[in-house]
């Protein structure tokens, strides 16, 4: 069966994964930009954001994998964009422009439906209000055999932990310290000896870690 | 002046410093003598507890830095003992035996007086019932101008760090998950953007972390 990846995924050594305050001029909240520097460096990180340059290594071997194999993305309505409640006149398409980063069909976690937005690049955005599991099943059938990627933010990729549907997940640990904001990690009990660590390497920004679910009879 | 410093301190991906559960059979808690196993893979930590063997590297050269031009060491009181409350009849002289390996005057935080105990090797225990700030004051005189380290548990690490009184901190993180917990950063808003990294560097079995407290002045 197919993979649910999560990749790229940012923590403090405190293990924040958004700073305090966030609002729509500051969406990762106070000092949350730090953890995403590391992106902007790399060469896949630059591509994405339609820049050239950026250094090649392993931030940016890492940083290319969340593309290789993927069938569909599945992501948190924050994720999406900064609207709350209804969508209104449904301007908003996302916070990535004509030609969104994604090239595969995203599914966004939402109380409000919505008709589906076609987008550049074979980004196709549906919007889900049947909870987290019909989100994946839907995913799954549009990846046609490839793999879902758990996109984010921090709140979605904790619901899908609990529910203990993520296969295999990359997390890069920013050595800085927050002092508050939104944790990965909170009300997670259950993921106890869940995974095993399957590679950890220090690059000179950040530690990259992977992680890759226990068959549940090796717990 | 002598620095406040914090060395050897493993906590888990999820940010445990101890698994839950912790009982005295099983004082680090449910899965949380993962968090130690890299110690005793050491010739430093092999040597601490008075057995040959162990690897040198990476893990060893951070292990013994623990000694390094420490005059004290401070302590709360879950980490010399399991008693909770009074004294009772006094035996009980730390977890350590009849050489501990500190090798110099410890401090611990307790709110039960009780006389000095001397120990062989140099260590000789005092119980402090007047707050970390009067511990620490007495650590650093009788350190003598070499620093001071805060030995542990979480808890009294935390409150050291909440009171912005520590200056160097070494943090080993095990790429493993626990799940619940007692957690090293909670609480402590006022360290954002306190720290900066001054080296991490990834070993076989872990990560190795040092932060160093930034000048108020560079903040």
Known sequence: MSKVRVHN????????????GQTLDVPLGAGGRLL??????????RQMIGEDGGDEGIDDEFFAQREVGIGATIMGRNMFGPIRGPWGDAQWSGWWGENPPFHCPVFVLSHHPRPPIEMQGG???HFVDAGIEVALERARDAASGNDVLIGGGATTIREYLAAGLIDE??????PVLLGSGERLFEDLAGIGNAYH????????AVMHV???RMEPSAR
């Open 210 to 212: 992977r992680l890759s």
């Open 169 to 174: 997940m990359h997390l890069v640990i920013v």
């Open 123 to 125: 980004t196709t955005s």
């Open 9 to 20: 995924f940012s923590i403090s050594i405190d293990g924040y994964a958004a700073g305090p």
């Open 197 to 204: 660590c399957a590679e950890h390497v220090s690059a000179p």
């Open 36 to 45: 995403h520097e590391w992106v902007f460096n790399t060469r896949a990180g």
